[in-house]
Structure formats: structure tokens, C-alpha cells
């Protein structure tokens, strides 16, 4: 949009009551609202009311009397943190290789594995699963299996909160970065918004980027 046309609509704006905008907005396509959407996504990039959110964590949440790294507490916080905030709603997924999937109205999911959560740090209390130990196909497996469960999750969060994404969160800077970028990419394909991601660097990948 250039300079002549954001004038005009500031003119508008300046010139319409709360009741003229409302009921502009309701009159408005699917297509242009997700238009509107996105674009007051990209120019409010803190969190704030009406923002839907999803996380995708990286280590498994304490619970069901699995120990928890500091990253997955963190994580956790974030969400409930996040929930707490007037008008915003928060929607997650973490890994767990001993975790079953919570039960009732809840806002997350876990990503269920069947062997140790893959980590890249040479030392673990809670994994001896090694990114690097994977072959291709092993590694391509587990990518794509996440990248069709948190499609189809969000999916469901969307028509259980009536509204789509407007920011998606990657906890570390690995592979959960690269999933959220590759399902972004597929929303937008199919004409959705496209959602600003943010990767959460954790302390560890701080240190080994150092």
C-alpha cells in the first residue's frame, strides 16, 4: 500500500465512529478479514487481546511423575503465563516418551514418542537420545510425523476457538523452527494468514552458538 492509499484509510478511520467501523468489519469476506488479520498481526507484534497462539515446546512439561528440564518448565510458563492475559488464548504441544494425552477441555497436547526425547547436548539426566545418533531416515520420520500432528492440532484448536493463528512460538532453534516455518508455509497455501513465528532460544543452544 503506498503512502496516498495509508492516508486515505487513516482519513476514513478519523471520520468513522466505533458503531460505522463495527459494522464495516462485520460486513467484510472471509478472505478480507483474514487480510485484516494479518496485517494487524505483522504491525502488533507484542501478544495482546485477540491473539491466538500456538507453542511448540521442546522438552516434556512436569507431570504424571515425569521430571521436567528447565526449558520444558519454562515452556510451560510461557502458556500459562499467556492464558492469564485478557483476551489472549494459548494453545501447546511438547514431546514426552512417557506422558498419555491429557483428558477433558485442556490446551495442549503432547507429542508422544517411543523412545528418549531427541536432545543435542552431550549430557542429559533425562535423555540419551541424540539427534546426530539418527540416520536420514529415521530423522525424516520424526519430522514428518510431528509436522502432520501439529497441523491437524492446530486445525482443532482453531475450530474449538473459532479464529485462526496469529503467532506461532518455536522453543529452541532446531528442528521445531523448521516444522512451524514448513506448516506456516502450508496454511498460507491453502489460503490462510500467514503467522509471524518466534523462536525461543533457550540457554543451551545460547551456549552452543556461542
Given at each position: 500500500?503506498?503512502?496516498?492509499?495509508?492516508?486515505?484509510?487513516?482519513?476514513?478511520?478519523?471520520?468513522?465512529?466505533?458503531?460505522?467501523?463495527?459494522?464495516?468489519?462485520?460486513?467484510l469476506?472471509?478472505?478480507?478479514?483474514?487480510?485484516?488479520?494479518?496485517?494487524?498481526?505483522?504491525?502488533?507484534?507484542?501478544?495482546?487481546?485477540?491473539?491466538?497462539?500456538?507453542?511448540?515446546?521442546?522438552?516434556?512439561?512436569?507431570?504424571?511423575?515425569?521430571?521436567?528440564?528447565?526449558?520444558?518448565?519454562l515452556?510451560?510458563?510461557?502458556?500459562?503465563?499467556?492464558?492469564?492475559?485478557?483476551?489472549?488464548?494459548?494453545?501447546?504441544?511438547y514431546?514426552?516418551?512417557?506422558?498419555?494425552?491429557?483428558?477433558?477441555?485442556?490446551?495442549?497436547?503432547v507429542?508422544?514418542?517411543?523412545?528418549?526425547?531427541?536432545?543435542?547436548?552431550?549430557?542429559?539426566?533425562?535423555?540419551?537420545?541424540?539427534?546426530?545418533?539418527?540416520?536420514?531416515?529415521?530423522?525424516?520420520a520424526?519430522?514428518?510425523?510431528?509436522e502432520?500432528?501439529?497441523?491437524d492440532?492446530?486445525?482443532?484448536?482453531?475450530?474449538k476457538?473459532?479464529?485462526?493463528?496469529t503467532?506461532?512460538?518455536?522453543?529452541?532453534?532446531?528442528?521445531?523452527?523448521?516444522?512451524?516455518?514448513?506448516?506456516?508455509?502450508?496454511?498460507?497455501?491453502?489460503?490462510l494468514?500467514?503467522?509471524?513465528?518466534?523462536?525461543f532460544?533457550?540457554?543451551?543452544?545460547?551456549?552452543?552458538?556461542?
Amino acid at each position: 500500500m503506498g503512502t496516498g492509499a495509508s492516508a486515505g484509510v487513516q482519513s476514513v478511520l478519523a471520520e468513522s465512529s466505533d458503531a460505522d467501523i463495527q459494522k464495516t468489519l462485520e460486513g467484510l469476506s472471509s478472505a478480507d478479514r483474514a487480510k485484516l488479520e494479518a496485517a494487524l498481526s505483522i504491525s502488533s507484534p507484542g501478544v495482546g487481546a485477540g491473539d491466538l497462539i500456538f507453542q511448540l515446546g521442546t522438552n516434556n512439561w512436569q507431570r504424571q511423575g515425569e521430571f521436567a528440564p528447565g526449558s520444558g518448565i519454562l515452556h510451560e510458563a510461557h502458556h500459562n503465563s499467556m492464558n492469564m492475559m485478557p483476551g489472549v488464548k494459548c494453545y501447546s504441544m511438547y514431546p514426552s516418551s512417557k506422558q498419555t494425552q491429557p483428558e477433558g477441555d485442556v490446551d495442549y497436547r503432547v507429542f508422544q514418542l517411543n523412545h528418549d526425547i531427541p536432545i543435542c547436548e552431550s549430557a542429559s539426566p533425562t535423555s540419551n537420545k541424540r539427534w546426530h545418533s539418527m540416520d536420514e531416515k529415521e530423522f525424516n520420520a520424526y519430522v514428518t510425523r510431528l509436522e502432520t500432528e501439529v497441523y491437524d492440532y492446530m486445525k482443532e484448536c482453531e475450530a474449538k476457538a473459532g479464529k485462526k493463528f496469529t503467532k506461532v512460538i518455536a522453543h529452541h532453534s532446531f528442528v521445531n523452527p523448521m516444522v512451524m516455518r514448513n506448516i506456516v508455509k502450508r496454511r498460507v497455501a491453502e489460503g490462510l494468514p500467514k503467522c509471524p513465528i518466534y523462536c525461543f532460544v533457550h540457554g543451551t543452544a545460547l551456549k552452543m552458538y556461542r
